[in-house]
């Protein structure tokens, strides 16, 4: 996994940079769902994301870029420029 984490004044959330990589082409994904967010636990205990500050912060701020064993150099250029883009740089 290459796991990037969007500092708080990145410009863009979470969700937002996730979009605009599908619509660059470049599937990526939310990396860290914590604990008091999986059904599981915060049902049966009814967690509420204020109980976790630190780890709901995490959860909006991080996902996984592409990362693979035949990406090409041509691919990883792909992605930061489409990170770059959509970040504003």
């Given at each position: 996994?290459?796991?990037?984490?969007?500092?708080?004044?990145?410009?863009?959330?979470?969700?937002?940079?996730?979009?605009?990589?599908?619509?660059?082409?470049?599937?990526?994904s939310v990396?860290?769902?914590?604990?008091?967010?999986?059904?599981?636990?915060?049902?049966?205990?009814?967690?509420?994301?204020?109980?976790?500050?630190?780890?709901?912060?995490?959860?909006?701020?991080?996902?996984?870029?592409?990362?693979?064993?035949?990406?090409?150099?041509?691919?990883?250029?792909?992605?930061?420029?489409?990170?770059?883009?959509?970040?504003?740089?």
């Open positions: 996994l290459y796991v990037v984490r969007l500092t708080d004044d990145a410009g863009i959330e979470r969700d937002r940079l996730i979009d605009a990589l599908y619509a660059a082409g470049i599937g990526c990396h860290y769902v914590p604990l008091h967010l999986q059904p599981y636990w915060r049902d049966r205990y009814a967690l509420q994301a204020a109980q976790f500050p630190h780890a709901q912060h995490a959860f909006e701020r991080m996902l996984s870029l592409p990362l693979y064993t035949r990406m090409t150099e041509p691919d990883v250029q792909r992605v930061c420029i489409a990170v770059r883009r959509a970040l504003g740089a």
